[in-house]
């Protein structure tokens, strides 16, 4: 019996939403017989649900240009869920690709995009189902290339053991070089260490981890990274691995043929990608921070992306992507354009987060073309000093009247994204985040209506690499749960339409570990995964107990990663990895952060 064959019989019967693993989508560009006959058969790997992977249009771009360069089959492969692998492993039924129901072990090289910290345990997970040691220095000339992408490898050193090569940065430049490099010593007959050698060679954004050793100080700080016993004598590896960036955004590939999935997925839309970067660089944005320079497609561009993938998908909403959709410079004229194109065809449009200011002016335009079932609008700080020092460009008056013209337009609701646990945080900011929701409630009162209702989405600070903040401490769980509290007090205290919402705070605390450590972590991951952790983004799957007991097992103690701040003078872990700031910048703006708090508070902090 084939693995295709075992796969529908087996495995599809007795699982929940069989059709997330059913693949041969429309649109599929893949047929049987490609993988066989391809010189370099790479998995494009999303270590997560197909309702989330299938979302994603980093992976969807891979993909496309994957299938789309001579002698190379790209076939897509996702995280099994909880009941799904429990099936696969008592039938033994190796991790497959979705598109022909290859084993993933076949592929040549397996590309993962790593998008969030939570889906590090989904990766051995994959690695482990498909038969891949988890350890980069266990496996032979049989196993695939494990090259890992992503936001989350802008500091990569916690998966360092489990990975052949990091490509830093954008991929629509850096993938397909990969592809041709490994085809080109392919037919010299390489081996796969020539291989990661020669990528970390050639390339400046290619990071080999087995390349680099590092030894620590007595305190646990990090003394020195060095050449490991690995890296051959005629090779010095880089000690700055410089960001990969799209040279030509307008031309950028894009998945013009993107598949229509079997299932509900997070995001069913045609999905196009307008302006990459931002232009605000707030304190605590780690994508601000490493995005740049930021780059726009023109209006005419993204009109003609919209037209041939509504063709082919007849998809009734085209979601407008941006760090800062509002920063489009020419976001009025494209979003009358596009309702010109479309709004005939019952099309809409859906736009991320905007920023009031600039709202406020584009509003007339997307009137009539965007979905008004809520608004999203991302504050962060409820007090204006703290944006302030924070870089936040809003003000409370353009906040307000931005609100009052959109209620007026026909926006019944909204969603306000705050953050706790900045520098100097008080208890006057956390009561701050009701009492600015509720004025944006009643805010509408006198327009249309009664007061709106008013989601206050509350998440924890996560100090992250590459930004100012990469110094900070992070709050503790005690002080975050002490914040829900008081939230919560207030709301049940005062009658009003806005309604709290705050984030898993021991996830939020396992994010801070996971995204500002050094290699040392790997023991730890390891263990949770092989204590059951794993969909750990997942509410009904997440068990931070699993993640306490991994860290006592291992000798980990958190706190040394989270809670306590770091001196300019120590080397952190992410520092061999170039994100575009350099570190006397980012030093700069983490000092202007006790000076502006300073004003607030009277406290004469400054520097590090």
């Not at 649900?49 to 897509?76: F, K, P």
């Not at 839309?269 to 970067?277: F, K, Q």
Request: hydrophobic share 40%; with cysteine; net charge neutral.
């Amino acid at each position: 019996m084939t693995l295709s064959e075992r796969i529908s019989e087996e495995l599809l019967p007795f699982v929940s939403r069989p059709g997330q693993y059913i693949g041969r989508e429309f649109n599929q560009p893949v047929q049987p017989g490609d993988w066989q006959r391809a010189d370099v058969r790479v998995a494009v790997a999303f270590p997560d649900t197909y309702a989330i992977g299938m979302s994603h249009l980093g992976c969807q771009i891979l993909y496309a240009i994957g299938n789309q360069l001579d002698g190379v089959c790209a076939e897509r492969v996702f995280a099994p869920w909880i009941d799904a692998e429990q099936v696969m492993r008592r039938r033994n039924i190796p991790l497959f690709t979705w598109d022909t129901r290859q084993p993933v072990r076949d592929a040549h090289i397996l590309a993962v995009s790593v998008q969030y910290e939570l889906s590090l345990t989904n990766l051995l997970l994959m690695l482990d189902l498909a038969g891949i040691p988890l350890h980069a220095a266990e496996r032979t000339q049989r196993d695939p290339l494990v090259i890992v992408g992503g936001p989350q490898m802008d500091n990569p050193e916690p998966i360092a053991d489990f990975v052949d090569l990091v490509v830093v940065g954008d991929g629509e430049e850096s993938f397909p070089a990969i592809l041709r490099l490994y085809q080109e010593m392919r037919r010299q007959g390489a081996s796969r260490q020539d291989m990661i050698v020669e990528a970390a060679r050639r390339f400046t954004w290619a990071y080999a981890p087995s390349l680099y050793e590092v030894t620590y100080r007595a305190d646990g700080t990090i003394e020195r990274f060095h050449p490991s016993a690995r890296c051959p004598k005629d090779f010095v590896p880089s000690g700055r691995i410089t960001r990969g960036r799209t040279t030509d955004f307008e031309q950028a590939p894009v998945p013009l043929r993107p598949l229509i999935p079997h299932t509900e997925i997070v995001h069913d839309r045609v999905a196009i990608e307008i302006m990459r970067g931002c232009p605000n660089r707030c304190r605590f944005c780690h994508a601000g921070y490493t995005k740049g320079p930021t780059c726009y497609r023109s209006v005419e561009r993204i009109v003609e992306i919209a037209e041939q993938t509504w063709a082919v998908t007849g998809n009734d909403e085209i979601g407008l992507l941006s760090l800062s959709t509002a920063d489009y410079p020419r976001l009025g004229e494209l979003a009358a354009k596009l309702n010109e194109r479309f709004a005939d065809r019952h099309v809409s449009l859906s736009v991320p987060s905007l920023r009031v200011d600039r709202m406020l002016a584009d509003i007339p335009a997307m009137v009539s073309s965007v979905r008004k079932s809520g608004l999203t609008v991302a504050v962060e700080a409820a007090r204006s000093d703290m944006r302030a020092a924070m870089r936040k460009k809003i003000l409370d008056v353009d906040l307000m009247e931005g609100m009052r013209q959109a209620y007026a337009a026909g926006w019944n609701a909204a969603k306000i994204y705050f953050m706790v646990g900045y520098p100097g945080e008080t208890e006057d900011d956390i009561r701050g985040i009701f009492e600015l929701a509720r004025e944006v409630s009643l805010a509408k009162r006198g327009i249309r209506g009664g007061p709106a209702a008013v989601s206050a989405s509350v998440g924890w600070l996560v100090p992250k690499p590459h930004t100012p903040l990469q110094w900070a401490p992070q709050q503790t769980a005690d002080y975050f749960h002490w914040a829900r509290m008081l939230l919560r007090e207030i709301q049940m205290n005062t009658r009003s339409a806005v309604r709290v919402k705050t984030h898993r705070i021991e996830r939020s605390v396992l994010e801070g570990v996971l995204s500002r450590g050094d290699r040392r972590l790997g023991k730890a991951i390891e263990a949770a995964y092989r204590l059951g952790a794993r969909m750990d983004g997942w509410d009904e799957t997440f068990r931070y107990d699993l993640w306490c007991q991994a860290f006592e097992q291992t000798g980990i103690d958190p706190a040394f990663y989270t809670h306590r701040e770091r001196p300019f003078t120590e080397i952190l872990p992410w520092d061999h990895i170039s994100s575009g700031a350099t570190r006397t910048h980012l030093q700069a703006q983490y000092d202007d952060v006790f000076v502006q708090l300073a004003r607030r508070q009277g406290d004469a902090r400054h520097g590090g």
